[in-house]
């Protein structure tokens, strides 16, 4: 933020400073907007009326009503003394919000008068149900900053594209968006649907625009736009947030800074023609901007619009342009051009302005390779290299570069380095063995062809960069570039998981949608999607997806046991235990298979077979602690068999000596042989290593209470039904006690506790 902007009003800004400054912080503009209507002395009183109820919150505010302002004074009438008690402590900081509002020491007193049975007429300023959090809110905002995005290396430089504005970080409520629209009502479709053409503000700005059009007054519903594109943007709400902005610059059309937001968001959302449309208008109102033809270039060349690109570069170029993407730009498209002189000149000029770029040397190597130059491409990709060694595609070069010269040691080294950052790779793999086998027979070998990138072109490069440094929005923006010029399903995969890391599932799914028009049979696929649709809450569409992939590879064991799973969490069992069945008789050497059948079969009631089912886990894998603890429980719960049942719950703590439902089960069994005091000294155990947990507290209770612990049996149920409580609010599928069963017992103990009172 302009450390400077706050000292000056909108008066006082000239045309030219206001062209391409940021937007003052909203607390500001609003006291300087909400000032200037105050100013003519009939509206001070609603002025004052409004800032009373934002200071002193929804509740004083219903029983107190501002009367008469005169000479620094400000008269309140309250419906009664004792409020009067309340909000005179209150004075000090009343006044002095009201006069850091006004920009000016407004009042100096208040003096309050009692008016009993006080009823508030509507308060034509701001309506009185305000909410009690506007004031923190407010306070929020002003204390808010903009920051630079930090440069931590030279390549992030490349793409920042100067892009100054950034956004504010805030939880926006609809206590926010009345205080800004004066009093303008929120109808029950929606803020989204607010119209605030005919607020006070609103009103008021129009008036004074009327009578001083060489002022510059910026109009309020900028800033409710702002708003909720800001809160769109934040939830990656990219279609909503663009919509606002399109208001934003429609109210304030020489703001710089949001039309390239504007543009930005176009280009996630692989909107191009707007993104044209945007780019072209600002280049109208601000002549030869680089950052916009940057971005309009780099549209119209995705597009395959070189020549057209090249004249919106052309500027920047002729002006011995800073900006690194100009020249990688111009240089990706001369060299698809196939004027690879033109575009060795971009690439040494973006070597030049920013040594510690590894794509300029990166891009300057290949160039010089192809044009034969094999010392100075070495020397280019050895400095690419030296700035970032694992850059693959500079490897690649380099082990080719060498080759060409005759230095086949030094290839081989390369190649080997390659096969530690991939051992996967078989180009690297394949040109080592005929390397080390020309070696042995005392053969020339000249590698005739040319290593060739498949992903030679900046955009996917700076995607990926900007991928692996958590910058996702800017990683969209090259990926969207990418696939206009050409459709790649391993792009749409990687953009639809950078929705899904924003929980923007919807979005995730309309990206595999399009990798399933490119492989319309691909089981791998539409497993992505169910999973998609299950993270979706959608349940349905992800078991009918499952049952398509069914049909495709029936004999897949996965894919029932997908399928199992879907069911499972529709709490049909019947269908969920008939899948796993499927996967079982496909491959019967898979203990979670056995396992997930057993789960289901007891909770369909099926003790025995589920028992039988969790042994068949341990003739697969005798140290699966969980099938041991499994058929433990199981035990302890019929109360049968409970010796062997402590034997399976010893080999599984075992395994895992901390955990604590291993040690709750165990205790369960010494409680049900009557053992109390060792299974007390369990669960006390297992409480330690869990999170609190309704079924152990109730455990712990029915222990206590065996052992006539009756105070300490009481408060362990009173926490088990408390936790019950909570996860019947909010369920996560864990077992719960009977919260009915527990009160019962609680009322029994309160019965013994009373007694012995």
Known sequence: MDST????????LTENNIKNRRWSPIKET???TILEIGRPRSHILNWLIFHWNIAVGPQLGAISKVEKFKSKRLDIVVANEEWVNAIRPLEKRIIRQINQSAGE?????????????LTKPENKIMKETIKQNIFEEKRELSNMETKEESDPNPIEKLEQLKNKFRFFSFAFSLSALTFLANCASVPETGPEKIDLSSSYSTKEVNQIRANNPDKDYKDPRSYYHYLMAVRAEREWNFEEAAKNYEKVVNHDPANHEFR?????????????????????????????????????????????????????????????????????????????????????????????????????????????????????????????????????????????????????EKAIAQYNFLLKLDPDDKTAEDRLERLILADEKNEKLIYEGFPMPEDSTV??????????????????????????EKENKNLRLLVAKIYEDKERYKEALAELDMVRKIEPDSVGVLLQIARMQNLNENIKESIKVLEEAVKIEPEEDQLYHSLSLAYMSENNYQVAIKNIRKAIEI????????????????????????????????????????????????YALQGTKLDLA????????????????????????????????????????????TDPDPVLYEHLGDIHYSLKNYFEANKAWKISLSLTNKKVEKPDGGELPDSSELKRKISDVRVLLNNSL
């Open 5 to 12: 902007f706050s000292k000056f009003s909108h008066r006082q």
């Open 30 to 32: 609003l006291k300087n």
């Open 105 to 117: 020491t407004l009042i100096e007193s208040l003096k309050f008068k009692v008016k009993p049975n």
């Open 260 to 408: 390239l937001t504007l543009a930005r968001l176009y280009l996630r959302l692989g909107k191009f023609d707007d993104v044209e449309k945007v780019c072209k208008e600002a280049l109208k109102r601000f002549s030869n901007d680089e950052v916009f033809s940057i971005i309009l270039a780099d549209t119209l060349s995705s597009r395959g619009r070189d020549e057209e690109a090249l004249s919106y570069l052309k500027s920047g170029l002729e002006n011995s342009s800073k900006k690194n993407k100009t020249y990688a730009l111009a240089g990706a498209i001369y060299s698809k051009k196939g004027d690879l002189e033109k575009a060795r000149e971009m690439f040494d000029k973006l070597s030049l302005i920013s040594p510690g770029n590894p794509l300029g040397h990166h891009y300057l190597g290949t160039t010089l390779a192809q044009l034969n130059r094999f010392n100075e491409a070495e020397k280019s990709l050895r400095k690419a290299l030296g700035l970032r060694p694992s850059f693959k595609k500079s490897r690649e070069f380099l082990a080719w570069v060498l080759e060409k010269k005759g230095l086949r």
């Open 459 to 484: 955009n996917l490069k700076l995607g990926i960069m900007f991928y692996e440094q958590g910058r996702a929005g800017r990683a969209l923006e090259e990926f969207r570039l990418l696939l206009v």
């Open 587 to 634: 491959d019967s050497k898979k203990d979670s298979y056995f396992f997930e059948l057993g789960a289901l079969l007891e909770r369909t009631g099926n003790y025995e077979e589920a028992i039988n089912s969790m042994q068949q886990v341990l003739e697969i894998n005798p140290m699966h602690s969980n099938a041991h603890n499994f058929i433990g429980y199981m």
């Open 646 to 689: 402590i034997d399976h719950l010893k080999k599984a703590l075992m395994i895992q000596p901390q955990n604590g439902y291993f040690l709750d089960s165990l205790g369960w069994v010494y409680f049900k042989k009557g053992e109390n005091e060792k299974a007390l000294a369990e669960i006390k155990k297992a409480l330690i290593y």
